[in-house]
Antibody, heavy 118, light 107 residues
């Protein structure tokens, strides 16, 4: 079955760039789904960051749009997140997830904690 | 953005109890509503989509209802593994937004 796995640095300096990758295994990233990033600050709720289709089309949350880039690499069957100019407020568990046909998130990665600190 | 408001924020219940959690949207979202369960240190898991459709593999004690702006998640008979935090999420318009969560605790 399809699985998602996030990877990337767990510690980022303030004003730096957060970079994460989500590997899709057990299926193709070109199968018709949108692929998303969601984050969750410690002890808080869930926030959608943005989504990407295998064509490269993206939608970003307006609250983060000026700092976010999501890319897809079909050859590696993965997609990635870049968030620049990070602050402590960007400290969170970052999840990649698959958006299903009913505009919900039907498959999630395990998540990776990213801490913004010097 | 569409605001999603859950109530209560926390609830204490016992094994075997029937529990209902509500979610209200700030505008009409038709039936584009999903429910998730999240346990500590784990990713959320989809329970219900399209307001009332049960995700494959989810026990039938979970059910959802509602349309427009008001929705409910009901657990008919609580099991020990159901104690977790529950989130609603609207898929009507981007950016998709989540409720603040309802923590279901053991009484």
């Amino acid at each position: 079955q399809v699985q998602l796995q996030e990877s990337g640095p767990g510690l980022v300096n303030p004003s730096g760039t957060l970079s994460l990758t989500c590997a899709v295994s057990g299926g193709s990233i070109t199968n018709g789904n949108w692929w998303t990033w969601v984050r969750q600050p410690p002890g808080k709720g869930l926030e959608l960051i943005g989504e990407i289709y295998h064509s490269g089309s993206t939608n970003y949350n307006p609250s983060l749009k000026s700092r976010v880039t999501i890319l897809v690499d079909k050859s590696k069957n993965h997609f990635s997140l870049r968030l620049n100019s990070v602050t402590a407020a960007d400290t969170a568990v970052y999840y990649c997830a698959r958006k299903g046909s009913s505009w919900c998130f039907d498959l999630w990665g395990r998540g990776t904690l990213v801490t913004v600190s010097s | 953005d569409i605001q999603m408001t859950q109530s209560p924020s926390s609830v204490s219940a016992s094994v075997g109890d029937r529990v209902t959690i509500t979610c209200r949207a700030s505008q009409d979202i038709s039936r584009w509503l999903a429910w998730y369960q999240q346990k500590p240190g784990k990713a959320p898991e989809l329970l219900i989509y399209a307001a009332s459709s049960l995700q494959s593999g989810v026990p039938s004690r979970f059910s959802g209802s509602g349309s427009g702006t008001d929705f409910t998640l009901t657990i008919s008979s609580l099991q020990p593994e159901d104690f977790a935090t529950y989130y609603c999420q609207q898929g009507n318009s981007f950016p998709y937004t989540f409720g603040q969560g309802t923590k279901l605790e053991i009484k």
